[in-house]
């Protein structure tokens, strides 16, 4: 069971909260401090909303650096985007936002079957190539003036490519197992955002027959630093990162050519 969550619904909701709190005065002490407990209670609900919001852009910004390899489903070229938000709706304190995604398949052999609740697919690709962005841009946030920034993009390319995909649906219960692999591959990938209070620039290109990693954390008082270490074999890849956020803050570099590695630290506080 798949659940969509929509961003822009939960800020509306938020936003519909906010404007609820409007404290009363009353003779009755009562009263006073019922009504006290129920802007409370609004104001918890709101910020949950936030949260959740935020939660699932902080979320969709990660997968969109960690999709699945691509295997096309038909052969051709292939484009989607999809814009949101308006000027009014800016000014309010909502996002505008773009995404694109350009994908080309020269050739394709799959199959798919189901027996009962039993189902499985597999298909083989050559000559693919996957683009994807994404920005947006936001002026207000909680009804304070908050410039925010966020752009991503990613692509990468692979002679051929093949996966298989089996499980079992149960109703409401749904299990599934996918293994992909691919050869001749190359990649990258970019993302910045720029806000008063968070600054994220990272890039990272190349292409790897092997890659793996290694974390390890150390948490002392209110302090977690988490180091991580990655190496690669058959490869040639550069990268860097930095991100300054709230409570956090991260630099990570990488290198290799046939064999090479990288380092990143992190320290929350």
């Given at each position: 069971?798949n659940?969509i969550?929509?961003?822009?619904q939960?800020?509306?909701?938020a936003?519909?909260?906010?404007?609820?709190?409007?404290?009363?005065?009353?003779?009755?002490p009562?009263?006073q401090a019922r009504?006290h407990q129920?802007?409370n209670?609004?104001?918890?609900?709101?910020?949950?909303f936030?949260r959740?919001s935020t939660m699932v852009?902080?979320n969709?910004?990660?997968l969109?650096f960690?999709?699945?390899?691509y295997v096309?489903?038909h052969?051709?070229?292939?484009?989607?985007?999809?814009?949101?938000?308006?000027?009014?709706?800016?000014?309010?304190g909502?996002?505008?936002?773009?995404?694109?995604?350009l994908?080309?398949t020269?050739?394709?052999?799959?199959?798919?079957k189901?027996i009962g609740?039993f189902?499985g697919?597999?298909g083989i690709?050559?000559i693919e190539?996957?683009?994807s962005?994404?920005?947006s841009?936001?002026?207000?946030?909680?009804?304070?003036l908050?410039?925010e920034?966020?752009?991503?993009?990613?692509?990468n390319?692979?002679?051929a490519?093949?996966?298989v995909?089996?499980?079992?649906?149960?109703g409401m219960?749904?299990?599934s197992?996918?293994?992909?692999?691919?050869?001749g591959?190359?990649y990258?990938?970019?993302?910045?955002?720029?806000?008063p209070?968070k600054?994220?620039?990272s890039?990272?290109?190349g292409?790897?027959?092997v890659?793996?990693?290694?974390?390890?954390a150390i948490?002392?008082?209110n302090?977690?630093?988490?180091i991580g270490?990655s190496?690669s074999?058959?490869?040639?890849?550069?990268?860097?990162h930095?991100s300054?956020?709230?409570g956090?803050?991260e630099?990570?570099?990488?290198?290799?050519?046939f064999?090479?590695?990288?380092?990143r630290?992190?320290v929350?506080?």
């Amino acid at each position: 069971m798949n659940i969509i969550l929509d961003t822009e619904q939960c800020n509306r909701i938020a936003d519909a909260l906010a404007n609820l709190q409007q404290s009363q005065s009353f003779s009755d002490p009562n009263l006073q401090a019922r009504d006290h407990q129920i802007q409370n209670q609004i104001h918890l609900i709101e910020n949950f909303f936030r949260r959740l919001s935020t939660m699932v852009e902080n979320n969709e910004n990660r997968l969109i650096f960690n999709q699945d390899i691509y295997v096309g489903s038909h052969t051709g070229l292939t484009v989607n985007t999809n814009s949101s938000g308006s000027i009014p709706s800016l000014l309010k304190g909502k996002a505008l936002g773009a995404k694109a995604n350009l994908a080309y398949t020269g050739m394709l052999v799959g199959s798919a079957k189901s027996i009962g609740p039993f189902f499985g697919q597999a298909g083989i690709s050559a000559i693919e190539g996957n683009i994807s962005g994404k920005a947006s841009f936001r002026v207000l946030k909680d009804k304070k003036l908050y410039p925010e920034l966020n752009l991503q993009a990613q692509g990468n390319a692979h002679i051929a490519a093949a996966s298989v995909m089996g499980g079992v649906n149960l109703g409401m219960v749904q299990t599934s197992i996918r293994t992909a692999a691919e050869v001749g591959a190359v990649y990258g990938h970019a993302t910045a955002v720029l806000a008063p209070e968070k600054q994220v620039l990272s890039a990272q290109v190349g292409a790897a027959a092997v890659r793996g990693e290694c974390v390890l954390a150390i948490e002392l008082a209110n302090i977690k630093v988490t180091i991580g270490i990655s190496g690669s074999l058959g490869s040639v890849e550069a990268g860097v990162h930095y991100s300054n956020e709230p409570g956090s803050w991260e630099i990570g570099t990488n290198a290799a050519l046939f064999a090479g590695g990288g380092l990143r630290i992190r320290v929350d506080y």
